[in-house]
Every structure is written in C-alpha cells, then in structure tokens.
T-cell receptor
C-alpha cells in the first residue's frame, strides 16, 4: 500500500497524559498536513510542513499541540496534557510539490481516533 | 480568512435520482476548490478539483461540479445516483495552492435502493 499511513489508528488515554501520533506520507510527497475532525464537522487544518520546515503553525489549537518532521519524511503530532475536548479524529495528508502540477491535491490517511477519558 | 458553507447536512435520495449538493465559499480572491468524499469506513478521497480554466469540472464516478465565480459557488452534481454513492461529501477551498484546506461541515448522503 503506497498511500498515507497513520499510527496508531485508535488511542485511548486519560486526561492529563501526553499522546503522540505518527504519519508516513506518500514517498515522493514533500508537503505534509495535519487536520483535526470532530463529530459532525469537516476537517480543521492545524499545520503543515514542506520537507522538514513547518511553514504554518498558527492554526495549532493551543500550545499543548506541537508537530515535527525532523528528516522531511514522517511526521509526529504531540498533544500534551490531554483534555476531554481533544477527543477527535486526527488526519494527516500529503501532497506533491506545487511545481509538479496538480496543485495541492492532498491525499489523506485513515486518521487516528483519540479518546480522552 | 476563507470559510465554506454546505447547505444540506443530510440528503436522502432514491437510486437514479439526480443529485445537487450546494457549496458556497467566502473569499474575494483566487481560490482552489475541491470536493472530497468519505465512504463508510474509508478515508477521504478526492472527487474533483478546480484550479482554473473551464468552470465545469468532471471527476470520478460520474460526478461534476460547476464553479460560478459571481455566486461564490461550487456545487456538486450527478445526473443519476447509485446506492454506492452513500457517503459523506465535503467541499473544501484553499488560497495560494500550498496552504491547508478549509472544509465545509459536510453533507451526509444516503441513497435508498
């Protein structure tokens, strides 16, 4: 399978714990995006990377949220001191460089469903 | 900041009926427009996209959408739906090509056999 993969697929944690999710993009894609989706809503953009550079992070929901992409390949999204309101589906997407055409067609992974008890 | 409005949150149709799902966006400049679909148990996948050129775009599985700039709309259509079209449909927009997408709340479409 050469699509975007995310791990774990499900995470249950207790309030106050830290969690980390991983996203592996399609191999030739240099752009990687994180979204959050809550019930009854469309995905909400959080942050994105071009290679290892984080080009937009003002949309991260609070300073408890952080993301990294240290080698320009996989990325991690960490939530510190989780709260019940963080329960949601966390989606990752990737896309080709814009100059390659098909501007910003983003390919989505299956998501990580987080439940905070 | 841009926003996307999808007018119908739940739509129920019979097989062979025609479909039109509304999508309006708010942004005065050049936008890129998308429709994504999420079938039950599957991840989001792209149905069609508009960047420039012919405002009538055709996507996969017989879907099409028309960009009407004066109305800030990008409605999705299909002349004859099938039971397998049952899914959640999301309209999305972005500005400048590289940034994240702004999604609407989605339309849950149920096709009755």
């Amino acid at each position: 399978d050469t699509g975007v993969s995310q791990n774990p697929r499900h995470k249950i944690t207790k309030r106050g714990q830290n969690v980390t999710f991983r996203c592996d993009p399609i191999s030739e894609h240099n752009r990687l995006y994180w979204y959050r989706q809550t019930l009854g809503q469309g995905p909400e953009f959080l942050t994105y990377f071009q290679n290892e550079a984080q080009l937009e992070k003002s949309r991260l929901l609070s300073d408890r949220f952080s993301a990294e992409r240290p080698k320009g390949s996989f990325s991690t999204l960490e939530i510190q001191r989780t709260e019940q309101g963080d329960s949601a589906m966390y989606l990752c997407a990737s896309s080709l460089p814009i100059l390659a055409g098909d501007r910003n067609e983003q390919f989505f992974g299956p998501g990580t469903r987080l439940t905070v008890l | 900041a841009q926003s996307v409005s999808q007018h119908n949150h739940h739509v129920i149709l019979s097989e062979a009926a025609s479909l039109e799902l509304g999508c309006n966006y708010s942004y005065g400049g050049t936008v890129n427009l998308f429709w994504y679909v999420q079938y039950p148990g599957q991840h989001l996948q792209l149905l069609l996209k508009y960047f420039s050129g012919d405002p009538l775009v055709k996507g996969i599985k017989g879907f099409e959408a028309e960009f009407i700039k004066s109305k800030f709309s990008f409605n999705l259509r299909k002349p004859s739906v099938q039971w397998s079209d049952t899914a959640e449909y999301f309209c999305a927009v972005n500005v400048g090509g590289a940034d994240g997408l702004t999604f609407g709340k989605g339309t849950h479409l149920i096709i009755q056999p």
